[in-house]
């Protein structure tokens, strides 16, 4: 059965980076889309950037253009967010997703970027 595993969240401040990890177990890694979630408190989950089974096309919201890079190993089924200029307003809870059907998600993980 799918399953992910997010890591590498925490505290940051202002203008700080991050790099998230999330490795996959249980499917055919490299055959499906994936993507990033994050959700902050009181608001819905929304998508933050995805990437192609092969890697060679991403796309972001328009809030981390510029800021966030997606990327994938295939070869060891993990999908990683690199996160640079981080603003408070990135403060949320981040989850992977897969592309199969249905899709899976992650447990999550926290990253707040606070002073």
């Known amino acids: 059965q799918v399953h992910l595993v997010e890591s590498g969240g925490g505290l940051v401040q202002p203008g700080g980076s991050l790099r998230l990890s999330c490795a996959a177990s249980g499917f055919t890694f490299s055959s499906y889309p994936m993507s990033w979630y994050r959700q902050a408190p009181g608001k819905e989950r929304e998508v933050v950037a995805g990437?192609?089974?092969?890697?060679?096309?991403?796309n972001y919201a328009d809030s981390v253009k510029g800021r966030f890079t997606i990327s994938r190993d295939n070869a060891k089924k993990t999908v990683y967010l690199q996160m640079n200029s981080l603003k408070p307003e990135d403060t949320a809870v981040y989850y992977c997703r897969s592309g199969t059907w249905p899709p899976r998600w992650g447990q999550g993980t926290q990253v707040t970027v606070s002073s």
């Open positions: 990437i192609t089974n092969t890697g060679g096309s991403t």
